[in-house]
Every structure is written in C-alpha cells, then in structure tokens.
C-alpha cells in the first residue's frame, strides 16, 4: 500500500532535521514524503536559504503562520494544518524538535486521524499516526517555550525516535510504553555530514577576516538571554571582553537584534574593536564559521550537538540543557556570563576538555527512521 507522509517544518532548527529524511523516504517507492512549512520563520535568511542549502526545494504545502505571541502563533498553525489533515488524511505525520509548530500539528493532527483510522480495535490505535524526531529530550525547565511543547508532544505522538539514551530513560521515566520509543540516533550529524564537502569548500570565514582556529563564533537567541534588558547588558560586555583576545563573529538572530535596537545596545557592538556582526547566516555558511572556529558561545540546542560531534569546545549560556549528552559526553559546558572566563582561559590555553562523539550520531540516523516507518506502514 503507497503511503502519505507529512513531514512539519516550520523553523530554522528544523529545516536540517526533515532534509535527511525527506532524500532517504524520497528514493523509497512505497511512500510519498511531502513537506509542510508551517511559516513559523518566513525571512529568506531564516527559511530559503536552507531549503536552498539542504537542497530541498519549495515547500509543497505552506501554512504562512508567521509570528505572533505563543497562542496566537500555535492557535494559527493548528488552525492551518486541521484543514490540510482533513483534506490531505496523510498516513503518518512526522513532527521534529520543539518549537510551537512541533506541538500545534501534534495536537490538530491528533483529533483528526485517530479518528479516522479504519481498523479502531476498541479505540486502541493500531499503527502510528504521529511520529516525533528527536523525542525524549528534557531540560527540566518549564519556563523554557520549547520544554513545555516537548513535554505535550511525547506525550501525544505513538511513535518516539530519540537522540540519545537520555531521551529514552525520559520517557521510561515518564511511563511511555518502551515499544513506541525507538533510538535513532542525531538527524542533523545526518545534514552535517550531508554537506560535509559543501561546508569544507565555503570560504565565509576568510571572507570575515577570519583566521582559522583564531575566533569565537556566537549566537544568542534564546528569551531568556535575549529578552531581559539587563542579562542583554551583560552579554554585550562579555562579547567585548572577549573580542579583547579574539575576533568574533556573531550572526544576530531577528529577535536578538530587535532587542538590541530597542535597548541601544545594536550600535555599541558594531562600533566595538573585533567584533563583526552579520545577518542570520545560511546552513552551509554558518557551518562553514563553526568549523573552522577555536570555540563557540551560545543557547542554542542545536549548536551544542553540533560543535560536540565537531570537537569544537562549546560555551552554552544557560543554566540547564535538554541535551546532557554534549555536557558528559562531549566539548559542551554551561555557564553564566561571571563563570566563563576560566573556560575561555582553558580552551586558549589549549586545555579544555576532550569530548566524544554519543552512539548513534554517525549520520545514518535517516536511515534508521525510515526502517522504523517501514516496519510500522509498509
Ligand atoms: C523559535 C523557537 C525556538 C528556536 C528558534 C530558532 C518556539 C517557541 N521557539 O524561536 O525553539 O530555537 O525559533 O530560531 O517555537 N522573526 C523574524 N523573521 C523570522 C522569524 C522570526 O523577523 O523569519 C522575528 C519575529 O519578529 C518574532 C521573533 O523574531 O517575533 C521571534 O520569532 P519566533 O518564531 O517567535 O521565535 P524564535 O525566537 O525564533
């Protein structure tokens, strides 16, 4: 029987976890993998460019969510979405990382194809509807957007593919039955090693002045860091302490720099000695900047997995992490803009730790769903 899947992306961490499946179920002759956008980042430089960078091409369905406040952004998506489920009756939904689209077409997916399904045995499902890429991760920290949309979405989804052992004990933990949890490892060391040579051959960092090995690399995003006037105030002087003893490069996230605008604070880090500022950078240019960097400064999720499997020493601004793997495993540690410095002493002194890549993180993670929707549709 051919099968209809829908993959969701609707965000910039999203784009490099649906590529590597989308090319693995698109070489598959009994399903039709079809893309989603549900518009949740819509600027050419925190959209187009990945999908032209991950060689995807135009979304086949898009949504135009757009911003707004947390409701009105998931209320929009689901609104969206239902249609597109009740028209379209995919067999299988594929909803990866955190954000409020990852929840929003859980939810309206949800109560609409379980209700459709045709062999309802005493209202047991009896294949899976929703599946979640990257599921299990926890930081323990509800004030975080992404750890509540997380939390709902293991919680609804029947069919849970984690990155890491700690993402199954999780979900034990959380009373999942073990036959829905499925370890597939890390989808993006699959985009990674993807465009592996493409990264290699880019030349952004020489096009920034920049020295291998000789800088930072930063990127701040997260509510928290961002949001509040005075934790930006400190990040700002951080980064010109730190441009004291290297270059850095900052690629600013549009709410961080709409936050830096409206505190004054845009003009102080472009005026500062060794500190370039760019524009969201595309998936390949962006690597191209990590790879060749001494070390890493930032609260994203993904950049932690990054630079762990790279070897790259990671600094990540916050005070808990739903991927622990990167911390016991690998070159990440948290820390506060007061207890850095001693980590940037380390790293410069040629003196941080050595980490490891986790099992699991080698590329074939598509692969490994793609057996999983096999085994469970075809
Ligand atoms: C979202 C995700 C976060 C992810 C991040 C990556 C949630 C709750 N958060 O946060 O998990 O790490 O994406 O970037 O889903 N904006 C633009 N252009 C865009 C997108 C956003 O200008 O293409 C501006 C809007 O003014 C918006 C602000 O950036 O108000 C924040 O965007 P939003 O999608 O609400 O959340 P992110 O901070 O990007």
Redesign the pocket.
């Known amino acids: 029987m051919h099968r209809l899947i829908h993959l969701i992306a ?4 999203n784009f490099m976890k649906i590529a590597p499946l989308y090319h693995a179920l698109a070489k598959e002759d009994w399903v039709t993998p079809v893309i989603v956008h549900t518009g ?4 050419l ?3 187009d460019a990945f999908f032209r960078d991950l060689r995807l091409s135009e979304p086949d369905i898009h949504l135009g969510a ?3 406040s ?1 409701a009105e ?1 998931t209320a929009r998506v689901m609104m969206a979405y239902e249609k597109i489920v009740i028209e379209k009756q995919p067999d299988m939904v594929v909803v990866v ?6 929840i929003a077409c859980t939810l309206a997916s949800a109560k609409i194809l379980y209700d459709a399904l045709p062999n309802r045995i005493n209202y047991k499902v009896d294949r899976p509807v929703i599946a979640h890429l990257e599921a299990g991760l926890r930081s323990f920290d509800r004030t975080m ?2 750890e509540v ?1 997380r939390i709902a979405t293991d919680v609804l989804a029947d069919l849970l593919w984690t990155p890491s052992e700690d993402g199954d004990a999780n979900l034990l933990h959380e009373g999942v039955a073990k036959d829905k949890i499925v370890r597939v490892g890390n989808i993006m060391i699959d985009s990674l090693e993807m465009m592996r040579e493409h990264i290699v051959a880019a030349d952004t960092c020489q096009q920034h002045g920049l020295m291998p090995q000789g800088y930072a690399v930063v990127t701040l ?3 928290s860091n961002v949001d509040n006037p005075e934790t930006l105030v400190k990040l700002c002087e951080l980064l010109m302490t730190t441009a004291q003893r290297m270059p850095v490069v900052f690629p600013v ?3 961080t ?2 936050n830096l605008e409206n505190h004054q604070l845009l003009a102080k880090l472009e005026q500062a000695a060794g500190i370039t500022l760019l524009d ?1 950078q595309s998936y390949i240019n962006f690597m191209n900047l990590v790879f060749n960097a001494r070390l890493v400064i930032t609260d ?3 950049i932690q997995e990054e630079t762990t499997y790279l070897g790259i020493p990671c600094l990540t601004l916050r005070p808990n992490t739903e991927r622990p793997a990167t911390i016991e495993q690998g070159t990440n540690v948290l820390c506060t803009t007061d207890s850095i410095k001693p980590h940037i002493d380390d790293i410069l002194a040629g003196k941080f730790k050595q980490g490891k890549i986790p099992e699991f993180w080698d590329g074939n993670t598509a692969a490994r769903v793609v057996d999983s929707i096999r085994s469970c549709l075809s």
Do not use: F, L
């Not at 949740?40 to 600027?43: F, I, M």
């Not at 990382?97 to 990852?102: E, K």
């Open positions: 609707a965000a910039r961490p949740q980042h819509y600027d430089n925190m959209s757009g911003s707004g947390h952004q990382g955190d954000v409020n689209s990852t957007p992404e949309n995003h997260r509510p996230h549009p709410r720099r709409k969201p994203s999720g993904g």
